[in-house]
């Protein structure tokens, strides 16, 4: 496994790999990766003839300075688990290399920016567009995959390769979860004991909205139902659940009869920001 810190370095290897005719899948971490990150690698080993990971902390999404400064940051560990995986190439680098200087750009995403994680985290999703494009531009993947407990990121990312027209296929992959059915994520190394004997209970509450709506319910009654189990466990502090279409993530009112639907939700758990989401 070859470990690059620079885009020089990591373009002119990629580029001899694709002029021998070899294909490039990537998958882009920010790193505290977990058993959902590897399954991403062992796709893209089946998919492609080399796999490249990278791992950056994106400064540019975080609209919470404190959340950056606690992100976990753990490359050590991460090339650990990487290297069983058979990781081909890791690109590492640093917040000056891939930002020499403050970016100017800004993307704007629609309607995509108006609901759920664009709401309430302003700017995340520019930062994720520039950083995203950025690692496109210096891997130049054949297939870049992303994980669906992001689903809206995943959904942002698409229709930027769409408009953007770059040269790759994105791969929605699914969201592996922990015995107890808490979706996997890089935060839930954050979680204290109690907090995470909770968390849960994200999970359980999807499936009683998904089951409150196969009734016939409305939007509404759904989410008095999500607040009532949240009054049981103060510990949460609930910022949205929504039911959206999913492929637009447009809200819909009751039971969505021509496509598939997506149940979302954001909350905090003992300052932990968790997000989570079922589709069907």
Not at 82 to 103: I, Q, R
Not at 104 to 123: A, Y
């Amino acid at each position: 496994m070859l470990i690059f810190n620079t885009i020089s370095e990591t373009q002119d290897y990629l580029k001899s790999q694709q002029k021998a005719g070899k294909s490039i899948g990537f998958v882009p971490t920010m790193g505290a990766l977990h058993a959902g990150h590897i399954s991403l690698i062992e796709r893209s080993k089946a998919d492609n003839d080399l796999t490249v990971c990278s791992i950056f902390v994106n400064p540019t999404q975080f609209n919470n300075p404190e959340d950056l400064k606690k992100y976990p940051r753990t490359l050590g560990k991460d090339c650990e688990m990487l290297l069983p995986a058979k990781c081909d190439v890791v690109f590492a680098p640093s917040a000056e290399e891939m930002y020499p200087s403050l970016p100017q750009l800004r993307i704007d995403f629609g309607t995509l920016e108006t609901v759920m994680e664009g709401k309430f985290r302003s700017g995340h999703f520019n930062g994720v567009g520039i950083v995203v494009s950025k690692l496109f531009n210096v891997v130049k993947p054949d297939k870049a995959y992303f994980g669906l407990k992001d689903l809206q990121q995943v959904a942002v990312i698409r229709q930027m390769v769409r408009d953007l027209s770059f040269d790759l296929e994105v791969v929605p992959c699914p969201t592996l979860r922990e015995t107890d059915g808490l979706a996997m994520s890089s935060r839930n190394t954050r979680l204290s004991v109690e907090a995470r004997a909770l968390a849960p209970q994200i999970y359980k509450v999807l499936h009683l909205a998904k089951k409150k709506l196969e009734t016939g319910a409305s939007t509404k009654e759904t989410q008095e139902l999500v607040n009532q189990h949240f009054s049981n466990y103060p510990s949460f502090s609930l910022e949205y659940f929504e039911v959206a279409d999913y492929d637009t993530l447009k809200p819909i009112l009751a039971k969505n009869e021509t496509g598939k639907t997506a149940l979302c939700i954001a909350t905090f758990l003992g300052g932990v920001r968790l997000i989570d989401n079922i589709v069907f």
